[in-house]
């Protein structure tokens, strides 16, 4: 005999129109909360311009040590095989025409003005946008910041500028790394796999480095660490007192922060390209 | 509601009300709107410990919260001497803060840095006391508190008995006149929980600081409360503010049962001395 199964109630329309539109409130008040964060972010500065601000020197050296020398590994590591995927697919489909001899400038321009500052970016969010959400984020649940705040110390100033500040100091020179290796792994494939000799890769490197790539794709980097900063940041001290909300403050600040570099990758290149850049 | 008479007001305080630490005037507190408490009226007497009591989620927290500047009053003021906390200009604002210090429930010791840098940045913030003076007045609040030995450990290296005198020491080295304990005793086994009251009674005894504490612990409050303020959670507001002695045998029915079943057989200190460390 076969047992009769009731279907199990699902949500009516008015309770899903109910979802979506407290789903839509929430991140209406998210990205309002985000702009005032920005806002806030800005103020700080205003006031450390002004010599007005309460962040300590110290805190920026600590974060410049934990920023750069740590992260420089896997910057590195992650542009060489990126600069040797570019060589390789781009040798493939230039050799189908003959122009093997044009790898070297797809790398280089690939390395230097897009790629470099993006793997750099995407490193960072990973590595730094979500310890710098987590430990604020665990100083929120542990009433570090309200400890702050009641001393009339302003969080943005001691905690948010000495990361911010950090991460677009270290950003250019680990991007300058980043490309320089990207550009170099290209090397090999283009004199292995196509047979491309090392002088003439080389050479047609430093005939494709322009001033020109050379500043967008540090300016691109540069963004990419703001972006990168303020989405750790911004999450960290938003989060919530309960135990969970540390890992949620992680996973959102490293969400936002590679949807963000996206964004502004899509964004930038389209402007620069607009431009006759 | 049971208020103890206006004539106990110490002298000063009875001539001029601005000279009382704290005045809480027909504050209401809540969150986004909500009231929580409200029709709040009491004040603090020199050197004076004030117990908040009440049960759990009745606003003690969030009354604290709000006496301390990190949420906005619904109504009402909050006064320290006679300047308004909360309606005051910011540079106002930041002298009154340096007037009381804050020990938060779980301590909120800056994880990130030692003991002794947690003691010195408040005074890196606002004093030109150069690094030698910081450092002597650091482990001289320490010593207070009977951790001497913890001006180069982590937070993280402390017991749960010490982070709490940690900050402590850490709330006192402004010197202010007035003292926030957030749950004092609160996760602590008995024998420490007793010597966190001494040391209470050390501060307000010898160095005539004045507490106001939120508690669940009603030994502590008996131990060093010499008022304790009673906020009901159905009233939404406060229902008795007298001595806990005379609020266990006189107070109204509820503040009564509150007290009697919340005692119980707490040991004496292991020590004699309320300076001596806790384990």
């Not at chain 2, 029709?39 to 003690?60: N, W, Y």
Request: hydrophobic residues 50%; proline residues 5%; glycine residues 10%.
């Amino acid at each position: 005999m076969k047992a009769e199964v009731s279907p199990l109630p699902g949500p009516g329309p008015a309770e899903m129109h109910d979802r979506a539109s407290s789903g839509t409130r929430a991140s209406l008040i998210s990205a309002g909360g985000t702009l005032v964060f920005f806002g806030e972010v800005l103020l700080a500065l205003g006031r450390l311009l002004r010599g007005r601000s309460c962040m300590q020197r110290t805190d920026l050296l600590a974060q410049l040590d934990r920023t750069g020398p740590l992260a420089l590994p896997i910057v590195v590591l992650t542009c060489f095989l990126v600069g040797l995927m570019l060589a390789y697919m781009g040798g493939a489909q230039l050799a189908r025409i003959g122009a093997q001899a044009l790898i070297a400038d797809v790398v280089t321009v690939g390395m230097v003005r897009e790629l470099g500052g993006l793997m750099t970016g995407v490193i960072l969010a990973g590595r730094l946008g979500a310890a710098f959400a987590a430990e604020l984020a665990s100083m929120q649940s542990h009433e570090e910041i309200d400890a702050l705040r009641v001393l009339g110390v302003n969080p943005v100033d001691h905690l948010v500028l000495p990361r911010l500040l950090a991460l677009l100091l270290v950003m250019p020179l680990l991007t300058a790394f980043g490309m320089l290796v990207g550009v170099l792994a290209g090397l090999p494939a283009a004199v292995a796999a196509f047979g491309v000799p090392a002088a003439e890769y080389l050479h047609g490197s430093l005939k494709a480095l322009t001033w020109t790539h050379l500043w967008i794709g540090q300016f691109k980097a540069i963004v990419y660490a703001a972006l990168v900063a303020l989405a750790g940041c911004r999450e960290g001290l938003g989060a919530g007192r309960d135990a969970e909300a540390v890992g949620e403050a992680t996973t959102r600040a490293v969400v936002k922060a590679l949807v963000w570099i996206v964004a502004a990758a899509c964004a930038t290149t389209v402007f620069f390209t607009s431009l006759g850049y | 509601m049971t208020v103890a008479p206006p004539t106990t007001l110490a002298p000063t305080e009875a001539q001029d009300p601005a000279a009382a630490p704290l005045r809480v005037e027909g504050l209401a507190v809540g969150h986004q709107g909500r009231v929580v408490q409200r029709d709040l009226t009491f004040t603090l007497r020199r050197g004076e410990v004030l117990a908040i009591v009440g049960a759990s989620g009745c606003g003690k927290s969030t009354l604290l919260r709000h006496l301390i500047g990190l949420q906005t009053p619904l109504a009402g003021r909050v006064l320290y001497g006679s300047h308004d906390f909360h309606h005051c200009d910011e540079a106002t604002r930041d002298g009154l803060r340096r007037r009381f210090g804050v020990m938060f429930q779980a301590g909120a010791l800056w994880s990130s840095m030692t003991v002794g840098d947690n003691l010195m940045l408040p005074m890196r913030l606002f004093t030109d006391w150069p690094p030698a003076e910081r450092e002597r007045r650091a482990r001289h609040k320490l010593a207070l508190v009977g951790l001497p030995q913890g001006f180069e450990l982590t937070p993280a290296a402390l017991s749960g008995g010490m982070r709490k005198r940690a900050a402590i020491a850490r709330a006192l080295v402004l010197d202010p006149a007035l003292l926030y304990l957030d749950e004092p005793s609160s996760g602590l086994d008995p024998v420490n929980a007793t010597r966190l009251d001494e040391l209470i009674g050390h501060l307000r005894d010898d160095l005539g600081t004045s507490v106001v504490m939120v508690t669940h612990d009603i030994d502590s409050v008996f131990a060093v409360a010499d008022r304790a303020l009673f906020l009901d959670e159905q009233a939404l507001t406060m229902t008795a503010l007298d001595t806990p002695a005379a609020l266990l045998a006189q107070g109204p029915a509820q503040v009564r049962e509150f007290l009697s079943r919340g005692r119980s057989a707490r040991p004496q200190a292991a020590s004699s001395s309320p300076m001596a460390c806790p384990a």
